[in-house]
């Protein structure tokens, strides 16, 4: 694993940014990993079709907490129909390290992404969409 990227995952879940809850939220959704126990909260206040505030809250493994920190830094002035649009690709590029032979650790990273897609799409439409995140 590249040092930088290591160091960026311990940063970021040492000092998420974001962290919180965000009263007058739009949207609010959380989902949780019931492997490991991880939980992710988003918070989106949209305004005329963009995230102008987002904020996360939950408990978890690094990674899982380093990829939500990472993933609200995105989203914040993006479009919503952007962030529906953003996919695990994506998220797993911005994390930099590589996740793809550990399935759990998968997981992990793109709990906060299946939380964002649940709270934009409706948890029935997001759920049907996992393989696609």
């Known amino acids: ?5 290591q160091q960026q995952i311990l940063d970021h879940a040492r000092h998420p940014h974001n962290f919180g809850t965000l009263e007058g939220a739009t949207v609010s959704h959380e989902e949780h990993n019931p492997l490991c126990g991880d939980r992710v909260r988003i918070d989106l206040l949209i305004e005329h079709g963009t995230i102008v505030d987002v904020r996360f809250s ?3 493994c ?3 907490q380093a990829s939500a920190s990472l993933l609200t830094d995105e989203l914040r002035g993006m479009s919503v129909e952007d962030a529906k ?3 695990k690709d994506d998220l797993l ?3 930099g390290i590589p996740l793809s032979k550990n399935p759990t650790r998968l997981r992990c990273a793109l709990l906060s ?7 934009l799409y409706g948890v029935g439409q997001a759920l049907e969409d996992e393989e696609d995140l």
């Open 1 to 5: 694993m590249d040092d930088i990227y």
């Open 58 to 60: 939950g408990r978890g």
């Open 62 to 64: 690094a990674i899982s």
């Open 85 to 87: 649009q953003y996919r």
């Open 93 to 95: 590029e911005l994390i």
């Open 113 to 119: 992404l299946k939380t964002l897609k649940a709270g």
